[in-house]
């Protein structure tokens, strides 16, 4: 997605998240620690776009919380709603590797609901992949009724930053 993205004509940083990427240890994977580098980036960039995948999404979520941007891009996005241990059990199971699981379950436990109304500044955009286990489509169409915009869907599955479904997910965010 970055390059696609790229090439439509937007600058683009993907931080790691703290407990993510090829050496991360999932325990640094705190909510707090992975709000705390969100904003980092964003303030460090003043972004007119905020793209967040997944746990990525839920984290954009409370960022807008108190830091409005003119658009956010949810992709794939865990819902504004706390999951409860029956819907985190869900997450998990469909999660393909135990370094993501183990970030769920240190991110995610105290994880409190998105004040959905203090997001209001910031137009929205909710994008799910039809064939997604991970986050289904219920979870893309509640999260997009909350904000009172379309849920969107690409053919894909959970990953829509890679592959043929990114092409789809560029577009949408270009337009």
Same mark, same amino acid.
């Given at each position: 997605?970055i390059?696609?993205?790229?090439?439509?004509?937007?600058?683009?940083?993907?931080p790691?998240?703290?407990?993510?990427?090829?050496?991360?240890?999932?325990?640094?994977?705190?909510?707090?620690? =992975? /709000? +705390?580098?969100?904003?980092?980036? $964003?303030?460090?960039?003043?972004?007119?776009?905020? !793209?967040?995948?997944? #746990?990525? @999404?839920?984290?954009?979520?409370?960022?807008?919380?108190?830091?409005?941007?003119?658009?956010?891009? =949810? /992709? +794939?996005?865990?819902?504004?709603? $706390?999951?409860?241990?029956?819907?985190?059990?869900? !997450?998990?199971?469909? #999660?393909? @590797?135990?370094?993501?699981?183990?970030?769920?379950?240190?991110?995610?436990?105290?994880?409190?609901?998105?004040?959905?109304?203090?997001?209001?500044?910031?137009?929205?955009?909710?994008?799910?992949?039809?064939?997604?286990?991970?986050?289904?489509?219920?979870?893309?169409?509640?999260?997009?009724?909350?904000?009172?915009?379309?849920?969107?869907f690409?053919?894909?599955?959970?990953?829509?930053?890679?592959?043929q479904?990114?092409?789809?997910?560029?577009?949408?965010?270009?337009?």
């Amino acid at each position: 997605l970055i390059p696609r993205l790229y090439r439509a004509g937007y600058s683009v940083c993907a931080p790691t998240l703290p407990g993510h990427g090829r050496r991360g240890n999932p325990s640094a994977a705190q909510l707090h620690s =992975l /709000l +705390a580098c969100v904003a980092a980036s $964003a303030d460090a960039l003043d972004p007119s776009v905020i !793209v967040g995948h997944s #746990l990525g @999404g839920y984290l954009v979520q409370r960022h807008l919380e108190k830091s409005p941007v003119p658009r956010a891009v =949810l /992709l +794939a996005s865990l819902p504004p709603e $706390a999951l409860d241990s029956h819907e985190r059990a869900w !997450v998990k199971a469909e #999660l393909k @590797g135990a370094r993501a699981r183990a970030v769920i379950d240190h991110a995610l436990p105290a994880a409190p609901d998105v004040d959905v109304a203090s997001t209001s500044k910031t137009a929205m955009l909710v994008i799910g992949g039809i064939r997604d286990r991970v986050v289904p489509a219920p979870w893309i169409r509640n999260t997009a009724s909350r904000y009172g915009v379309r849920a969107d869907f690409v053919d894909g599955g959970h990953l829509l930053m890679v592959g043929q479904p990114a092409d789809a997910v560029a577009r949408a965010i270009a337009t």
